[in-house]
């Protein structure tokens, strides 16, 4: 029974052996179903049903998932983005989520300005902090940050020069809220 | 120029008690599932039931356009049903037609008992049937398909929802009713269920039954309802199985 598939309403137990887990419910005659195409998985000692799901993975983020994002608009102390992937997950469907970025959310040392870290059309690799959208996303911790930013005058790709963003095209240098993964760096 | 032309048959069941398609009272078109046929859709189902033939997509949970629509506790789930124009044999108009949005909205309420819409707060659900061809009972085949396209999505579900019509032609009563009885029998009743459940989502009536009539059509409409629903377990199940062996080969 523990490696059969599963399909949406098929009967894993009853409610006095089994509590619902992941992918399970309880429907109002005390059965314990599965609500997923699955393989059935049964912890015996603390008696829960779960069911792992086979299909492909829904495209919704969830929380704590990494996400990557392009921010689309920055406020005076809140950035707007939109997640288009989700780490470790292949989305299969074009949907956009949006997410918000709050100044608070950036660094954990204060940051005077929102334009300091985050510019529009950057990309962001950042935390997810709720369940549904709009989502919170944190930038904070070295791991998290921009990944790809743009010149402000040329719209060129910055490079990571050291510990600063530098256009090549315009000679200058940007400050942003870097990521440890940044795409582009100077090879020296 | 062929002009296919429908004729009123003279009757509906012959002295051998078969139906104008050959098929006894109590028997089912055939039907055929396939899991997963549009690479685009998170969800999909191609559903053929005699002549019928039925496209299903779903989309989602995703982020609700227009922001209005989006309701702070649940997911909606919004339904198309929708004819194409060469489904029938007079061309018909592509925009939604009064029968159309009615369907689209009954389709709506017979899958929204099977769904944990409360998961997905602020997202929709979106559900697409498109009807290829029609030969009566394209309601039902698409709920049916809508059902199979919501589970290959990966959407949390009660149960799958399954739906078969049931009817009266000549006096007698008929399952899985063609566009022919649909028409000329007397009464015709689609009903849908989650067969796990024993809980009826949809049923329309059309026609008249006496109570005892009902009493049977219903029970009829359960037998249909079964083996609608072995078939598309059948396909899902054939689906995965596939599946699986794929990710457990590449580990």
């Given at each position: 029974m523990s490696n059969e598939l599963v399909l949406p309403g098929d009967v894993l137990g009853v409610i006095e052996e089994y509590f619902p887990g992941q992918g399970a419910y309880q429907d109002d005659d005390g059965n314990v179903r599965s609500q997923i195409i699955g393989i059935p998985a049964f912890d015996l000692k603390g008696h829960v049903a779960t069911v792992r799901g086979i299909t492909s993975p829904m495209a919704m983020p969830k929380k704590n998932d990494v996400v990557l994002a392009r921010i689309t608009d920055v406020k005076s102390n809140i950035a707007s983005a939109k997640i288009f992937q989700v780490e470790g997950k292949h989305p299969r469907s074009p949907y956009l989520f949006s997410g918000f970025l709050h100044v608070s959310r950036i660094s954990t040392s204060y940051v005077k300005s929102i334009y300091d870290a985050v510019r529009i059309g950057d990309v962001i690799r950042a935390q997810v902090l709720t369940s549904t959208p709009p989502y919170i996303l944190s930038i904070r911790g070295k791991d998290y940050g921009v990944v790809l930013a743009y010149c402000s005058s040329c719209l060129g790709p910055l490079i990571l020069r050291s510990i600063s963003l530098y256009c090549p095209r315009c000679k200058k240098m940007e400050k942003r809220k870097v990521?440890?993964?940044?795409y582009i760096r100077l090879r020296v | 120029m062929l002009v296919r032309k429908e004729v009123k048959p003279l009757?509906?069941?012959?002295e051998d008690g078969?139906?104008?398609?050959?098929?006894?009272?109590d028997e089912l078109r055939n039907i055929k599932i396939d899991v997963g046929v549009l690479k685009n859709a998170d969800g999909s189902c191609y559903l053929e039931i005699g002549r019928n033939k039925v496209m299903a997509a779903v989309y989602g949970p995703r982020e609700v356009h227009p922001r209005h629509l989006a309701l702070p506790d649940r997911a909606i789930l919004r339904c198309r049903y929708h004819m194409v124009p060469f489904s029938v044999l007079e061309r018909k108009s592509p925009n939604p037609t009064r029968r159309e949005i009615e369907l689209s909205k009954v389709i709506r309420e017979a899958l929204e008992p099977a769904l944990f819409l409360e998961y997905f707060p602020r997202t929709t659900i979106d559900v697409y049937i498109e009807i290829l061809q029609a030969d009566g009972g394209t309601r039902t085949a698409g709920i049916s398909a809508a059902a199979v396209a919501l589970a290959d999505a990966g959407i949390p579900m009660r149960d799958l929802v399954t739906a078969i019509a049931v009817g009266k032609a000549d006096g007698h009563i008929i399952l899985d009713l063609n566009d022919l009885e649909d028409k000329y029998g007397e009464a015709d009743m689609p009903v849908a269920m989650m067969p796990n459940l024993g809980s009826i989502t949809l049923l329309q009536a059309d026609g008249e039954f006496t109570p005892e009539e009902f009493k049977e059509a219903l029970n009829l409409a359960m037998k249909g309802i079964r083996e609608v629903y072995a078939k598309q377990r059948e396909a899902l199940r054939r689906r995965y199985l596939k599946v699986r062996e794929e990710v457990e080969g590449s580990v």
């Open positions: 990521a440890f993964k940044y | 009757r509906l069941i012959d078969l139906r104008t398609d050959g098929r006894r009272v």
